[in-house]
């Protein structure tokens, strides 16, 4: 404990990082007064009625920062821009075109994130329009004139961009990943609200459930630490090269391999497609064909998120996922050539493909202990509430995970800024 009030009193004596540390709190300031500026025509109170009836738009709220529940001008959240930089992020292994672009430190860098602005714009714009669709077959929204309809779609894209702003200014000016930072201050702004939903239907029956689930709470999150910090240290030597004069090499380093490799993207992969039944299921649930309606009511049960099909799904889906994404941001054969460039060897393995077989057979041993926490962390609130009778689960795995990460993350930031400076007073 007290190396951290140590590393917190030194944080705000430092005039610099107080003043990013400002900065940070009056956009988060500004993000929560958004949060609660409902777009005209809603109905809030059906809107949370069906929020407490439905599971899918809790799941739905979790990645749009806290702002559905309230439909405030911010209701699509940053999932348009979650999902474009996902779909950049592939792009970018796929295309050698843009694969060189993201090479390069500054131009290239800023040229992606344009592109990926570029491509927010039409994804948000259909999912205002799906959103719409959803909400006004539940009764949400009424029916809207045409220019009111543009008006409702040019509202919500708007709210995703300004949103976008915010988490722009804070990694510029601030202090961490803005975009990170503000999915915290959602999921973190939902907590004191479902404490109280759960508290006020909680029985006597209950009370000792509550503190099997305090219990569990406290395990994950140490579970989610502790596997986000787990690194496999692969050694790596650099022989002696003598070039004129002067001799290089001979030192010794290690390559860190991250137990979870691809963070929280396989998880939000996976569920983009498995609530994508549930949407089409709510939608055809509405419509006025009775054979269509069946359709919808029998994939709403089908793929309730309490249910065994779902969350099956879920688990191997998101395995799935950590396995493809961690193909991606991580290649042997690249990490392997470069060794060998740089005159590297792995102890006991020989350089090029006997590198690269190595470091691929590590890849996949550790992939897999990734994979399966994080398809555990996926379906651990429906396990949970199977468990305990709790419906209303303060924070789900993916909560946690996202949490954990971004204070870790934002600490790491805070801790290398102040060695900097250290480092600075240094030299000067």
Same mark, same amino acid.
């Given at each position: 404990?007290?190396?951290?009030?140590?590393?917190?009193? +030194?944080?705000?004596?430092?005039?610099?990082? @107080?003043?990013?540390?400002? @900065?940070?709190?009056?956009?988060?300031?500004?993000?929560?007064?958004?949060?609660?500026?409902?777009?005209? $025509?809603?109905?809030?109170?059906?809107?949370?009625?069906?929020?407490?009836?439905?599971?899918?738009?809790?799941?739905?709220?979790?990645?749009?920062?806290?702002?559905?529940?309230?439909?405030?001008?911010?209701? %699509?959240? *940053?999932?348009?821009?979650?999902?474009?930089?996902?779909?950049?992020?592939?792009?970018?292994? =796929?295309?050698? $075109?843009?694969?060189?672009?993201?090479?390069?430190?500054?131009?290239?860098?800023?040229?992606?994130?344009?592109?990926?602005?570029?491509?927010?714009?039409?994804?948000?714009?259909?999912?205002?329009?799906?959103?719409?669709?959803?909400?006004?077959?539940?009764?949400?929204?009424?029916?809207?004139?045409?220019?009111?309809? +543009?008006?409702?779609?040019?509202?919500?894209?708007?709210?995703?961009?300004?949103?976008?702003?915010? &988490?722009?200014?804070?990694?510029?000016?601030?202090? &961490?990943?803005?975009?990170? %930072?503000?999915?915290?201050?959602?999921?973190?702004?939902?907590?004191?609200?479902?404490?109280?939903?759960?508290?006020?239907?909680?029985?006597?029956?209950?009370?000792?459930?509550?503190?099997?689930?305090?219990?569990?709470? &406290?395990?994950?999150?140490?579970?989610?630490?502790?596997?986000?910090?787990? =690194?496999?240290?692969?050694?790596?030597?650099?022989?002696?090269?003598?070039?004129? !004069?002067?001799?290089?090499?001979?030192? $010794? !380093?290690?390559?860190? *391999?991250?137990?979870?490799?691809?963070?929280?993207?396989?998880?939000?992969?996976?569920?983009?497609? =498995? *609530?994508?039944?549930?949407?089409?299921?709510? #939608?055809?649930?509405? =419509?006025?064909?009775?054979?269509?309606?069946?359709?919808?009511?029998?994939?709403?049960?089908?793929?309730?998120?309490?249910?065994?099909?779902?969350?099956?799904?879920?688990?191997?889906?998101?395995?799935? #996922?950590?396995?493809?994404?961690?193909?991606?941001?991580?290649?042997?054969?690249?990490?392997?050539?470069?060794?060998?460039?740089?005159?590297?060897?792995?102890?006991?393995?020989?350089?090029?493909?006997?590198?690269?077989?190595?470091?691929?057979?590590? %890849?996949?041993?550790?992939?897999?202990?990734?994979?399966?926490?994080? &398809?555990?962390?996926?379906?651990?609130?429906?396990?949970?509430?199977?468990?305990?009778?709790?419906?209303?689960?303060?924070?789900?795995?993916?909560?946690?995970?996202?949490?954990?990460?971004?204070?870790?993350?934002?600490?790491?930031?805070?801790?290398?800024?102040?060695?900097?400076?250290?480092?600075?007073? @240094?030299? !000067?």
């Amino acid at each position: 404990m007290k190396p951290i009030i140590e590393k917190l009193r +030194l944080m705000v004596s430092d005039k610099e990082i @107080f003043r990013k540390l400002k @900065f940070t709190f009056l956009i988060i300031l500004l993000f929560r007064i958004f949060a609660f500026l409902p777009v005209p $025509s809603v109905d809030l109170e059906a809107m949370r009625q069906l929020f407490s009836q439905n599971q899918f738009f809790a799941l739905l709220d979790i990645f749009s920062g806290g702002t559905l529940i309230n439909f405030s001008v911010m209701a %699509l959240g *940053l999932a348009p821009y979650i999902n474009a930089s996902i779909i950049m992020q592939l792009l970018t292994s =796929v295309i050698p $075109s843009l694969e060189e672009l993201a090479k390069e430190p500054g131009f290239g860098r800023v040229k992606i994130n344009q592109y990926t602005r570029f491509l927010t714009l039409p994804i948000a714009i259909v999912q205002g329009i799906g959103m719409f669709i959803l909400l006004n077959k539940q009764g949400v929204i009424p029916h809207l004139s045409f220019l009111e309809f +543009l008006t409702f779609i040019a509202t919500i894209t708007a709210g995703t961009f300004i949103l976008m702003w915010f &988490g722009e200014l804070i990694s510029e000016y601030g202090l &961490g990943n803005g975009i990170s %930072l503000l999915i915290f201050v959602g999921i973190v702004a939902r907590i004191p609200v479902v404490f109280l939903q759960t508290v006020l239907t909680t029985t006597s029956e209950l009370i000792i459930n509550m503190a099997v689930l305090t219990t569990l709470a &406290g395990l994950v999150v140490y579970g989610v630490v502790y596997i986000n910090e787990s =690194v496999r240290k692969v050694p790596i030597y650099y022989a002696r090269r003598v070039r004129g !004069n002067k001799m290089f090499g001979g030192a $010794s !380093n290690f390559l860190p *391999l991250r137990l979870n490799q691809a963070g929280v993207i396989p998880i939000i992969f996976a569920i983009s497609f =498995v *609530l994508f039944p549930q949407m089409i299921g709510n #939608f055809l649930s509405q =419509v006025d064909n009775s054979t269509l309606a069946g359709i919808g009511r029998s994939l709403t049960g089908i793929f309730n998120p309490l249910g065994i099909i779902y969350n099956g799904l879920y688990f191997i889906l998101v395995v799935a #996922f950590t396995f493809f994404y961690t193909a991606i941001v991580f290649s042997p054969d690249k990490i392997a050539e470069e060794i060998q460039k740089n005159g590297g060897f792995i102890p006991g393995i020989r350089p090029g493909e006997a590198t690269k077989n190595y470091l691929k057979y590590i %890849l996949y041993r550790i992939t897999v202990v990734g994979a399966f926490f994080l &398809g555990g962390i996926a379906i651990l609130p429906s396990i949970i509430s199977a468990a305990t009778g709790i419906t209303q689960v303060l924070v789900g795995g993916t909560g946690v995970l996202i949490v954990v990460s971004v204070v870790l993350e934002t600490f790491k930031t805070i801790e290398a800024q102040m060695a900097m400076k250290r480092y600075d007073k @240094f030299l !000067n």
